[in-house]
Every structure is written in C-alpha cells, then in structure tokens.
C-alpha cells in the first residue's frame, strides 16, 4: 500500500512539474532569472536580519553593563548618604536617650518623694 501511495506521489509530481513547465506564461531563462532574483533578494535580506540581531545583541549588552554600572553607583551613593545620616544623627539620639533617662529619673525620684494620701 505504500509503495503505491510512493508511485503515486513521484507520478503526481511529475505530471504536476511537467503541467506548469508547460503553461508558464515565462520562458525557462525568464524563471530562472527571477528565482536568481529573488535568492539575491532573500540572501540580502537575512544578511540584513543577521547585522540587525549582531547590532541588537551589542546593544543589550552595553545597555546592561550600563545598568550594572548605574546600579552600583547608587549603591554606593545610598550607603554614603545612610553612613553620613547615621554619623550626623548619632549625637543627637545620644542626646535624647540622655535626656529620656533623666526623665525617667526624674519620675522615679518624685513617686519616691510623693506620699500616697492615706
């Protein structure tokens, strides 16, 4: 059953091919011509295609070298400004965990110094 299917197949391509050969409105030299053409044509298209993807390809990589470089500038500008926050801000919460005890002192000292009224 195959090998008919097979013989079929090879016998449709023949009448087929030799059917259009025949009723083409161009000569053999004419198709040829244009199939040259259009290799030409589609040869030049994909050299096009390729440059563009190389061209694409470079791109994303400078472009992401460029954010790595970005992203550890800012880091780097974040950790100097929370180091120089942290270092400006230090004497002042010194100063108000001083002046918290003290408080607090002071409360402790007065409810000792304060009878409850019996």
Not at 7 to 30: D, H, M, Q
Not at 58 to 78: C, D, M, Q, R, W
Request: proline share 3%; no cysteine; hydrophobic share 35%.
């Amino acid at each position: 059953m195959a090998n008919g299917f097979l013989k079929g197949l090879i016998f449709g391509s023949l009448v087929g091919g030799a059917y259009t050969l025949l009723n083409t409105p161009r000569s053999g030299e004419e198709n040829r011509d244009v199939l040259l053409n259009y290799i030409d044509d589609t040869t030049v298209l994909v050299d096009d295609v390729s440059n563009s993807l190389t061209e694409l390809k470079g791109a994303i990589s400078e472009l992401t070298n460029e954010g790595k470089a970005l992203a550890e500038e800012f880091t780097e500008e974040v950790t100097e400004s929370v180091e120089e926050f942290t270092y400006q801000a230090e004497p002042r919460m010194r100063r108000i965990q001083e002046q918290t005890q003290k408080l607090t002192d002071d409360i402790e000292t007065l409810s000792q110094n304060v009878t409850p009224a019996q």
